[in-house]
């Protein structure tokens, strides 16, 4: 943590320093109220430790003047057996806790292992608050489907290290969730998890937003910004598409990736970050650099370890127990229980291609709650856009070559595309290369193979079968 000094006393400063040192945090002092707020200005303090004599300052004056000038940062008293009783009255305004001089280096790590843990547990109540509020539904990380299996595996060895993650996949796959739980298997998990959505701002505002500003670095800069740099020191910092940064920021990315080094906008003091960079976007990265939309030295830096989010549509398996979780979010939310989809209506779920991905999915999972008369979803209940293109694109439609398959599934979904566009069984055989025999058979033991031609061909096939048994 960065820990400010608050002290009259030169020993105190040294010896305390070399103390937090030895900790592994960062000091910093101050020898006066003015400079103290100063220093609180200047930098983001996780904790101050305020000599309650200080000089001729009363070190609760102190406290009152940090507070009023907006900094809500937990602040230990340092305080004589004499003054004891004044340091029980100052817990009672707020100071955080306090510290009996003469003091021993342990005495200084208990009150900051005190501090950290009040910080752990406020980070844990807003994220019980949100679960409870109903934020969101919450998010399985088991999987039916091998390329989610490999995904999961593959993040979970990530995760201990500190090594940039770059997520690919189109919008709506789940990346932000799975940038959320990289987080959480990391060493970093207390710390916090901070968001830069990047194509939300302009140039000027994201670099502030990202870097931070100083009073009067541009129109509208009132004061003193930290960025979201240091507001997530020490934990993770997502930058959510990526691919849409402008420019010009990406050569100052580059540098911070590369050195954890910046500058706020307006300032000339170098600044050091402590943060796990994680990306995601939906852009091909690679194209952008050949187009020279995105650099390609900051391409690599950041693609240490890509993962590539399949669609929804690539992971069918996945899509009854993520489509029932939603609905279970959802029932409990409206008051209702017993609520299931039937057999067709997975099967419905299954078949479309949803274009929109996870997001679509929970929209029409709790669209599908609202409008059903009873306990079971019909295929009926469906929007119109799901009932038709499940019933037009079918299974066959979500396959793709090396993906979880049986051939004969490959097969199935060739055929029928084949025997879709080809005007007649002739026309089909000839493409596939084989007989119209063996196709006619083909579609024999698969009836789901293009039924309309049923009518069409049968008699010219039956024809062609007696011709070949004569020969």
């Known amino acids: 943590m960065k820990v400010l000094i608050v002290d009259d006393e030169a020993n105190i400063h040294k010896t305390t320093s070399i103390a937090l040192k030895a900790m592994g945090h960062e000091p910093f002092s101050a020898y006066s109220g003015t400079q103290t707020i ?23 004056e102190v406290f009152d003047k ?9 602040i230990i008293i340092f305080t004589a057996y004499s003054s004891i009783s004044t340091a029980i009255e100052a817990t009672k305004k707020g100071v955080f806790d306090y510290v009996l001089k003469p003091f021993v280096p342990e005495q200084i790590r208990q009150a900051l292992e005190r501090v950290q843990k009040n910080i752990s547990l406020e980070t844990k ?20 489907q091998k390329s989610m299996q490999h995904i999961y595996r593959l993040t979970e060895r990530a995760a201990p290290s500190d090594a940039t993650v770059l997520l690919l996949g189109p919008s709506g796959t789940g990346k932000t969730v799975l940038a959320k739980r990289i987080h959480l298997l990391s060493e970093r998990a207390e710390k ?26 541009f129109t509208g800069a009132v004061k003193d910004t930290w960025g979201k740099i240091e507001a997530a020191d020490g934990g993770t910092l997502f930058l959510d598409e990526i691919g849409d940064l402008p420019f010009e920021i990406q050569a100052k990315l580059l540098r911070f990736l590369q050195e954890r080094q910046y500058e706020r906008v307006g ?3 170098t600044r050091k970050g ?15 650099t050949r187009e020279g939309g995105f650099r390609e030295d900051l391409f690599y830096r950041l693609n240490v370890i890509s993962v590539v989010m399949p669609s929804l549509a690539e992971r069918p398996a996945d899509i009854p127990a993520l489509a029932q979780n939603f609905l279970d979010y959802h029932a409990k939310q409206q008051g209702r229980s017993g609520c299931a989809f039937s057999d067709a209506c997975l099967s419905a779920l299954r078949n479309y291609e949803w274009p929109g991905n996870l997001r679509e999915l929970h929209n029409v999972v709790e669209r599908c709650l609202i409008l059903c008369d009873n306990g079971s979803i019909e295929v009926d209940d469906l929007p119109p856009e799901v009932r ?19 051939l004969e599934e490959i097969e199935e979904a060739h055929i029928n595309g084949v025997l879709a566009n080809a005007k007649s069984y002739q026309q089909a055989a000839e493409i596939l290369g084989i007989n119209k025999t063996t196709l006619y058979r083909k579609r ?17 096939v039956e024809e062609h079968e007696e011709a070949a048994s004569r020969v």
């Open 38 to 60: 100063r220093k609180l200005d200047e930098n983001r303090i996780d904790v101050v430790f305020l000599d309650l004599r200080l000089g001729s300052e009363d070190g609760l």
């Open 66 to 74: 940090i507070r009023a000038s907006g900094h809500d940062v937990p």
């Open 125 to 144: 109540v807003v994220e019980l608050e949100s679960q409870v509020s109903g934020a969101s539904p919450p998010v399985i990380f088991e999987s039916d």
């Open 192 to 217: 916090p998890f901070v968001v830069v959505h990047c194509p939300s701002l302009s140039k000027e505002l994201l670099e502030s937003e990202l870097f931070g500003h100083v009073k009067g670095a």
């Open 267 to 269: 300032e000339t003091k």
């Open 274 to 288: 402590n943060v796990r960079i994680v990306a995601a976007t939906n852009k091909d990265l690679q194209a952008a």
């Open 388 to 406: 038709a293109g499940s019933a037009s694109g079918g299974p066959t439609s979500r396959l793709t070559i090396g993906g979880d398959f049986k």
């Open 444 to 460: 024999k033991r698969k009836p789901s193979l293009d039924p309309e031609h049923d009518g069409d061909h049968e008699s010219e």
